[in-house]
């Protein structure tokens, strides 16, 4: 590969969201059009780069090569072409255009404008990661779990929408800002947890999360998100085996944890528990915190878990916590409390093809002696798994509790 | 940028006329109306006769009236507003301050300026 395709390569993967950025605030708020412009200038700099070598500051000249692709789009079209001569009056390379703050807030920007309401859920998840995290449109469909053309169609009808309907390309002002915070959260989350998250998509929303912190330091679940990721984050070492097997929590090798990332998350939930009433995203930082800080899975403080997960569903009435909760009372007060709660989950008949609460039951019925019972409910789990990373995972599970004889010397109850 | 706002209502659940809540309502909507004044944003306004609707399709040079709509839906059009607002964010802030949106629904529609 030349240097210029290399610089090409890195300028795509870092300066991309910023240049996009940058435009779409000039063009003050379309979307669209900066796309389209930032798409070309990319084309430009694969010619031009080789040709006469690689810009001094790559993210500034694509950015000046994008705005002379808006003018030139607009003068074409007659309409258009009144706007173009307002655009162009104003220089547009400034040195402050590049300065860090600015470049900041101007992606702070395109967050919420991607993560506007009026966007349905997949469009602002999927414009995000278009235009503020840079992935292509194939890396998305995957993620996403969607055809490309189906993919690239949504993207369209949501950045014409922006331009017709005119949503602000801006943060919104203190009324609004509350509700609007929670959407850019909850996709900056997704981001994380999704099943199908690429490492780089991970990466990408902890940088977001470290962003909306750093440029918005009195939003108290905006640290609680940060925290809650990088907590989560710190396990990743441990989370697969050799052989790429998913390890339980309760079995990760605790000494593989990124001690770093820890210490960097215990500081933002401190942070953010000194702003406010904790939030969902705050509590479940701590619920990550506590593992974080526990010497084994059976020296967790329990009772503490269990009572965050009790906060939490005031919060989240979805039964992975109610689950979640039920495990931890399992190990704060025995096996027959944990299970007591579970039943009650279970009488919901629509839960009946719900994987967590099959894989809960089968370890609270192990962990209860009911041999045959664990054993059925294992069963029930496994054929559940959405993918073979979590089917093998539950069927280690389910010959460990099949051979509980030896097993209880070396997991005590 | 100019927005049509459509406000619809459940029939089936609407207040009385000559009750107090129907005077408080009418209050609300009288305050609304001349606080967009006040802010110059109010273009126009009407309320409409929904039991009264005519629908009108051409086809082949023949042109048919319907009564309605109204029977088949449950949210009937009763109002509209066209109001003159920066952005979104604006036109739906000023959509959530009617009496519509607790009780009904309110559809906010950019208007496509190019074409009149």
């Not at chain 1, 940058?22 to 031009?48: H, I, K, P, Y």
């Not at chain 1, 997949?122 to 840079?134: E, F, Y």
């Not at chain 1, 055809?147 to 203190?174: H, N, S």
């Not at chain 1, 994987?355 to 054993?375: I, M, N």
Request: charged share 25%; proline share 5%.
């Amino acid at each position: 590969m030349s240097a210029a395709a290399r610089a090409l390569e890195e300028a795509f993967r870092h300066e991309r969201a910023a240049v996009l950025a940058t435009v779409t605030r000039r063009l003050e708020g379309d979307l669209a059009l900066a796309e389209d412009a930032v798409q070309d200038a990319f084309v430009a700099a694969a010619v031009d780069w080789e040709r006469s070598g690689v810009p001094d500051r790559p993210g500034a000249w694509l950015t000046t090569t994008a705005w002379r692709r808006v003018l030139d789009r607009l003068r074409r079209d007659r309409v258009a072409a009144a706007r173009a001569a307002e655009l162009a009056r104003p220089a547009f390379y400034e040195e402050a255009d590049f300065e860090r703050s600015s470049l900041e807030d101007d992606q702070l920007r395109m967050l919420f404008t991607c993560c506007h309401p009026a966007l349905s859920p997949d469009a602002r998840t999927a414009l995000t990661l278009r235009s503020v995290v840079g992935l292509t449109v194939p890396e998305i469909a995957r993620v996403l779990v969607t055809g490309e053309t189906a993919m690239e169609q949504r993207l369209v009808r949501a950045r014409r929408k922006i331009a017709d309907a005119r949503i602000p390309f801006r943060v919104p002002a203190d009324e609004l800002l509350g509700e609007r915070l929670a959407v850019v959260l909850r996709v900056v989350y997704l981001l994380y947890t999704d099943r199908h998250a690429t490492a780089r998509a991970c990466e990408e929303a902890i940088r977001l999360a470290r962003l909306l912190a750093a440029l918005m330091p009195d939003a108290d679940e905006a640290h609680g998100l940060l925290a809650l990721l990088l907590l989560t984050d710190a396990r990743r070492p441990a989370r697969l085996d050799a052989d790429g097997m998913l390890v339980a929590l309760a079995r990760q090798d605790r000494s593989c944890w990124d001690a770093a990332r820890t210490r960097e998350g215990l500081a933002a939930l401190d942070r953010a528990l000194h702003l406010g009433r904790p939030g969902p995203y705050i509590v479940q930082a701590a619920i990550a915190a506590l593992h974080a800080q526990a010497p084994t899975w059976e020296d967790t403080d329990w009772p503490q878990i269990a009572g965050l997960y009790a906060e939490l569903e005031r919060h989240d009435t979805s039964p992975v916590v109610t689950v979640n909760r039920a495990v931890a009372v399992a190990y704060a007060d025995g096996p027959a409390e944990g299970l007591a709660i579970l039943d009650r989950v279970a009488a919901d008949r629509r839960l009946d093809r719900y994987l967590p609460l099959h894989a809960a039951r089968a370890d609270l019925l192990r962990r209860a002696g009911d041999a045959p019972g664990a054993d059925a409910a294992y069963v029930k789990a496994i054929a559940l798994a959405p993918t073979d990373a979590e089917r093998s995972a539950l069927e280690w599970e389910r010959r460990l509790a099949q051979g509980a004889a030896s097993i209880s010397r070396i997991f005590p109850r | 940028m100019q927005y049509l706002l459509l406000l619809t209502y459940r029939p089936a659940d609407n207040t009385q006329e000559g009750t107090p809540e129907f005077d408080a309502e009418m209050q609300r909507w009288h305050a609304l109306n001349a606080e967009m004044r006040k802010e110059g944003v109010l273009v126009g306004l009407s309320g409409l006769r929904p039991d009264a609707a005519t629908t009108v399709r051409s086809q082949g040079g023949e042109v048919t009236l319907t009564d309605g709509p109204y029977a088949e839906t449950k949210e009937v059009l009763f109002s509209f507003y066209i109001l003159d607002v920066p952005d979104l964010d604006a036109a739906t802030a000023w959509a959530a301050k009617t009496p519509a949106a607790e009780y009904g629904s309110v559809e906010v529609h950019p208007m496509d300026q190019f074409q009149t």
